[in-house]
């Protein structure tokens, strides 16, 4: 037999070439362009080195530390997909700081050291843009949206001022919570980056339009407004004045381009505030929507939407996906997205039509003073939920603490079903209040499996009156303020959410000083909004209540647009006193579904807790957060998961094929991509929720 360097050279040009033409030689390098992998949002590779037979053969290539991880505190986070272009990795540290690597080696080429460095967010990636002459990445940080040059991380100095715009100019709003930040990339058409943003959840906010953006000037070129205005369409969903007042209905979750068609989807979250809405009677177009946009000009083509009237706080989660799938014999190009209740929408690209039936079912409704709930809302026949939508007594875990009090405590609880209006008595949200899915979203492969994770983890929250501050002079208290701004995060108490999310503010005078919180308060971080609305003696007050000087002192309250009289009574996910989720396993999850039949696959749970496992107790997964990633090699990879492993499953079965424990939770969807021929994949590491360490290692993974 010839050896192939002989083989060749007695084959000639021609015999080159048709072997070729058999078995394609693999790609130098191929890259991780875009957010979740591309336009479609699929976190989808065509690399096959890596397979089903040699995944257990990974190992660490190279480990990189971004800095700015709080290994106090643990506050910091990393939420990072990271996008790789022609062998350099762009990626966003602990620290809220862009940087670039040699994808092959983790070797740091530039990181920003922007001027503010006591601000930190928690971004989930980089845009970037070439004309094959300039290429530009565009970071978001706080308000402002930067442009810098892709070689040397330097600001872009003829884009916006100094190589910035300000995401803040255009919504502004006297007497709004001017809270803005970008957390998700926009996407590119041509040369416009469209943006959306991520504003106050409560009222009165600003509102959630999506703008698109000249990528060399930073000139604002179209406007969509998603709570209409007089003469736009939808206008007549909201009270005559509502475009003055209601805020959000915005695109935090980020979104999918068609280039072809020359169309952006658009997914939005709910109106502000999220659990009362008394104030904006109507369907709320176009609020929990799928917008089909045209990318060029920003005119609606459609619209889809998802919850009417929502007062459950019931975003679309994730980005929508892009795919085609075979009905009846014939190709259809479609759009999906998820709902937090564990739904999935499946709507024809073109029309917006759902291509499986959806049902308008009566749900309960409000029995709060002013609230008028929709009286129906859309439920999807197929795919069938991938989280379970009841939760009752009987579904209290078999091995809680404390599980008869836990039964009676349910049982004087609004439960059992989805849709349940607020009370001034407990509702409980199942699953939770951020999901089912969350801003993790699914990925999809070549042949229209889509694979999604989602929790079930009950969340219990009420209405209670808010202080009735009708006048601009009228006085409030530093408790008052902390009621109304803090309390539903951080506990009535100041107690702060069992699972970390939301730290404890009792002991705030032994962690912070004084300076740290009023900073804090003027600039937030991560998960928190700036407070930019209170005024300079509301904050005063409120950091003198935290700190408990000055109890009892009254100062003048801002002028405020919209007077909701409720406030919820926070975000209260339920465990049990040894700290696991009450409900029955699974908490975690990991879902495949056929999308051409919407029948499910397979489901398996997404990490475990290794003291259960050691009982006896099979693997119950836990809460996670952060997506998969899907190869034509038939793996699946994943981290997300409470437990800090990182797991590579075969997409056909679910079967865990490979796992390694990582040195912070991976709580973000891996990249993958190639460099001079070599398969790898990254994930980064960051933690910091539901009371897990901080890190900043962005971990690298090959063949050996």
Known sequence: MLRPALLIASLGTLGVLGLMAIRPLPPKNTDWAEYNGGPDRNHFSALTQIDTSNVKRLRVAWEYASGGADT?????????????????????????????????????????????????????????????????????????????????????????????????????????????????????????????????????????????????????????????????????????????????????????IDRPRGVVYVPTGSAAFDFYGGNRPGANLFANCLLALDAATGQRRWHYQTVHHDIWDRDIPAPPNLFTITQNGKKRDVVSVLSKQGFLFVLDRDTGKPVFPVEERPFPASDMPGEQTWPTQPIPLLPKPFTRQSFTAQDVNSFAADREQIMAEVRQARTGGPFIPLSTTRTIFYPGTDGGPQWGGAAVDENSVLYVPAKENPVYTSLAERPTLTEATASVTGNQLYQTHCGACHGANREGSHDGTYPSLQDVAARRNEASVQELLAKGQGMMPAFTHLKDEERRALVDFLFGKNTSAKTSKSASLTQVPYKNTGYNRWYDRLGYPISTPPWGTLTAIDMHTGEHRWQVPLGEYPELTARGIPPTGTDNYGGAVVTKGGVLFIAASLDAQFRALNRRTGQVLWQVPLPAPGYATPSTYAVNGKQYVVIACGGGKLKSKSGDRYVAFALE
Not at 103 to 113: D, I, N, S, V
Not at 172 to 182: C, F, K, N, Q, T
Request: glycine share 12%.
């Open 72 to 256: 106090v505190r643990h506050s910091t986070q990393m939420q990072c997909n990271p996008i790789i272009i022609q062998g350099v990795l762009y990626g966003v540290s602990a620290g809220s700081q862009a940087f670039a690597l040699d994808a092959a080696t983790g070797r740091e080429l530039w990181k920003t050291k922007l001027t503010d460095d006591t601000f930190s967010m928690n971004s989930r990636g980089l845009t970037h843009w070439t004309d094959g002459q300039q290429s530009r990445i565009f970071f978001a940080y706080g308000a402002f949206l930067y442009a810098l040059d892709a070689r040397t991380g330097k600001p872009v100095g003829t884009f916006g001022q100094g190589g910035k715009i300000n995401l803040k100019d255009g919504l502004e709003r006297p007497g709004a919570d001017d809270y803005v930040i970008s957390n998700t990339p926009g996407v590119i058409f041509k040369d416009l980056l469209i943006m959306g943003t991520r504003v106050s959840e409560s009222a009165p906010a600003l509102p959630g339009d999506i703008r698109a953006y000249d990528v060399r000037t930073g000139r604002i070129v179209w406007t969509f407004h998603t709570v209409p205005r007089p003469g736009e369409y939808g206008y007549d969903t909201w009270p005559q004045e509502g475009y003055l007042n209601v805020g959000a209905a915005n695109n935090w979750m980020g979104m999918a």
